[in-house]
């Protein structure tokens, strides 16, 4: 039984996995800077035979149209399989990137424009979006599955994140099809 994951939420790459249920990683493909119009569908027509348990997709915070694109394409693949499809979210995914990571400890994106998405990782279902100059992590480890101008970043694998936090989505209520919502912040 494995997991589909999508992940476009990020500025510099594309990440779909094949996850047990229990977060072990099958396959995998990173795809970095190059559009999410020519790297997601390859990747999803080799990995779609996998996929017979559920749909994962990051719901972000990320890009506007990386994150639209992976949602209607999770989507589309949920509902022509009849799978479930559940969402998780990007910081969400960084924090389960680490087995090392404590709550107090800080996991962050690029959020462009010389910002950041930023949360602890007890929190990291409730990100901000804050300027890279006036981040401030004090003495807390940092996360990342991005390069960023933040020295001493801990940067996580994309690829072993997304499917560690497969079981975290599959902890959750499935999503509304009919309502699916994207998370976008100012």
């Known amino acids: 039984m494995s997991v589909l994951a999508i992940d476009t939420s990020s500025r510099s790459r594309v990440v779909c996995v094949l996850a047990s249920a229990t977060g072990e990683l099958l396959d995998a493909e990173v795809v970095r800077e190059q559009p999410v119009a020519a790297s997601l569908p390859?990747?999803?027509g080799r990995m779609l035979a996998g996929a017979d348990t559920a749909v994962v997709v990051v719901s972000g915070p990320g890009t506007y149209t990386g994150v639209r694109a992976g949602m209607a394409s999770a989507?589309?693949?949920a509902h022509a399989r009849q799978l479930q499809l559940y969402g998780v979210g990007s910081l969400e995914v960084v924090a389960s990137g680490d087995p090392?990571?404590?709550?107090?400890?800080?996991?962050?994106?690029d959020a462009g424009r010389g910002a950041l998405y930023v949360a602890r990782v007890g929190d990291a279902a409730h990100p901000s979006r804050v300027l890279e100059d006036g981040f401030d992590a004090g003495a807390a480890r940092v996360l990342s599955s991005d390069s960023t101008g933040i020295a001493g970043v801990v940067l996580v694998d994309p690829a072993r994140a997304l499917a560690s936090a497969v079981p975290l989505a599959l902890s959750r209520p499935p999503l509304d099809r009919a309502g699916l919502t994207a998370l976008y912040l100012d």
């Open 42 to 44: 390859p990747i999803l």
């Open 75 to 77: 989507l589309g693949i």
């Open 100 to 109: 090392n990571a404590h709550a107090g400890d800080w996991v962050i994106s």
